[in-house]
């Protein structure tokens, strides 16, 4: 199988993603949340030009005619753009429920468009492709895949689905981060929502977790420890960095002992380790780059045979 995780609404990474059937020939394909992006750049509308602020600083001006391609960088970073004037805009920023809803629409739009490229790349092929949402996703993105995804699209939230000879178990909840997101839940919340639905699970040896949230103390959760602005923590220039995984989610891995475990949410923890038995691995992401981070998993004789990182 082929996995990756948080792409955070970027065009190009989920491209790529898409495109590793022809570099690796996965049986599988899998998501492990986050599709959402984050962020609404402006691009102004000066009546015949148009400009912007790549960095949130410089304006840039550019011609009509670089409009598109100016709209496709955005949306390669994983952000969304809408062209407006400065009034409009100003007005936009006293509104901040309506300039969450347009976010949310030009993010469905875009989860839209992927569908569609499933279907139109995976489908004819029948290449399944695992596809769970994230804390930073929305309840209604969840519906979408559910609702428009193709018929090779498995949605394994809150649920044990079939995938060739295994079973897939699926959380797509995190512990509470300091940005409280959208599907973000208090440890004890989390953990009941694990003890409600991994009573499906059959036998944990044709079992993999695809859970959002990384187990703690592992080398799949370590961050970056935050100052009270949200800065991260600095000593000497080094970066300080703590522990946020889940306890409900590696107490689950402990009890159930799954054949592999699928984690993400940690973009600057890319690795694999193992609790107990289980190999568990977090792909990392370089999104806001245009780099997809990803690796390739063979599965072999009810063990995990080999892996390999990769960078596209």
């Known amino acids: 199988m082929f996995f990756v995780s948080d792409l955070h609404g970027s ?11 022809d570099a690796y020939h996965p049986d599988l394909l899998v998501y492990g949340g986050d599709i959402l992006g984050k962020v609404l750049v402006p691009i102004f509308d000066d009546g015949g030009s148009y400009h912007w602020y790549p960095n949130g600083e410089n304006l840039v001006r550019f011609p009509a005619s670089e409009l598109p ?3 496709r960088a955005i949306a390669d970073q994983g952000r969304y753009s809408v062209t407006v004037s400065p009034e409009r805009w100003d ?16 993010g469905r739009e875009r989860v839209r468009s992927w569908l569609k490229l499933i279907d139109e790349r995976l489908a004819p092929r029948k290449i399944p492709i695992v596809m769970n949402v994230g804390n930073d996703d929305t309840d209604d993105v969840l519906d979408l895949l559910r609702r428009e995804g193709p018929s090779n699209l498995i949605v394994p939230e809150g649920n044990v689905v079939r995938a060739g000879p295994f079973e897939i178990f699926g959380c797509g909840y995190a512990n509470m981060t300091p940005w409280h997101c959208a599907r973000d839940l208090e440890e004890s919340d989390l953990r009941a929502v694990l003890d409600r639905t991994s009573s499906q699970i059959g036998d944990p040896a044709r079992t993999i977790f695809d859970i959002h949230a990384p187990p703690i103390g592992t080398a799949l959760d370590l961050a970056p420890q935050l100052d009270p602005k949200l800065k991260p923590k600095t000593i000497g ?3 300080l960095m703590d522990h946020v995984g889940s306890p409900s989610v590696r107490g689950l891995v402990e009890d159930r002992e799954p054949v592999l475990g699928l984690f993400g949410h940690i973009h600057e923890s890319k690795g694999i380790d193992s609790i107990g038995r289980t190999p568990i691995v977090n792909p990392g992401s370089a999104y806001f780059s245009g780099n997809l981070q990803g690796v390739v998993l063979d599965l072999r004789d009810g063990e995990l045979a080999s892996h390999l990182f990769v960078t596209g």
Not at 91 to 106: A, I
């Open 69 to 71: 391609r100016v709209q």
């Open 237 to 239: 220039g080094q970066v």
């Open 11 to 21: 065009e190009v990474c989920f491209r790529k993603f898409l495109n590793s059937v």
């Open 91 to 106: 007005e936009l920023q006293g509104r901040p429920r309506e300039l969450e809803e347009l976010t949310l629409r030009l």
